[in-house]
């Protein structure tokens, strides 16, 4: 036996991730060996044969790596849950929405202390985000864009149109999308306490 319900870590991540890869599950990867995983499992052992435990033993795990290709890291990571960069000097004074390129994520700080984490979407390379120091100007807990006609909800404006702001989007498909440039959360409880927090003034730093 390799993983079985209950288990947790990057292995059963990457066994969620090559699910998703042959349509034997949509959620996730979580690294969380959940009911729905060891559902995925069954299906995936009955449909070649091999007796449906719902635990991921040696021969299913091989038969699963012959169907499959090594993921990527965003898709091992398409829901979020990645580790966050450690923060950028730029970010350890102050109020700060300090937002890693890298690691996608955000990291909402004062003076220097890490208050909450959360990953975040960013442009296209056709709309991309702009990188650099960045001042909250404007924020609109309702809004709606002007623009692409597509709601903002709790946006926090930095740089021109640019703003950090939920969306359903996200939620939804995780890093299978992108944004028009803004900076996307996809927890809805994460942003409003974020929201409720961040003032007009506050800095806001993008970087690699």
């Known amino acids: 036996m390799l993983w079985s319900p209950g288990d947790n870590g990057r292995d059963v991540r990457e066994l969620q991730a090559r699910l998703r ?30 007796p449906k435990t719902g635990v991921t033993d040696t021969v299913t795990w091989q038969r699963l790596l012959a169907m499959t290709r090594e993921p990527g890291r965003w898709e091992l990571y398409l829901m979020g849950g990645q580790p966050a960069d450690p923060p950028d000097p730029r970010c350890m004074t102050g109020r700060v929405m300090c937002i890693s390129k890298s690691s996608r994520t955000l990291r ?37 864009s002007t623009l692409y006609d597509s709601p903002m909800p709790y946006a926090m404006f930095f740089s021109g149109g640019q703003a950090v ?42 970087h690699w």
């Open 108 to 144: 909402w700080m004062i003076d220097g202390r890490t208050v909450s984490t959360m990953p975040v979407r960013f442009g296209s390379e056709y709309t991309p985000t702009r990188e650099g120091v960045f001042r909250v100007y404007w924020k609109s807990r309702h809004h709606v």
């Open 165 to 206: 702001h939920y969306s359903s989007d996200f939620a939804a498909r995780g890093y299978a999308g992108a944004s028009h440039g803004c900076v996307n959360v996809r927890d809805e409880d994460a942003i409003a306490r974020l929201y409720e927090q961040v003032r007009d003034g506050d800095k806001v730093v993008v």
């Open 21 to 50: 890869q042959i349509a034997w599950i949509f959620h996730g990867p979580t690294g969380t060996y959940d009911d729905l995983t060891a559902e995925a499992v069954r299906g995936f052992q009955g449909k070649r044969g091999l």
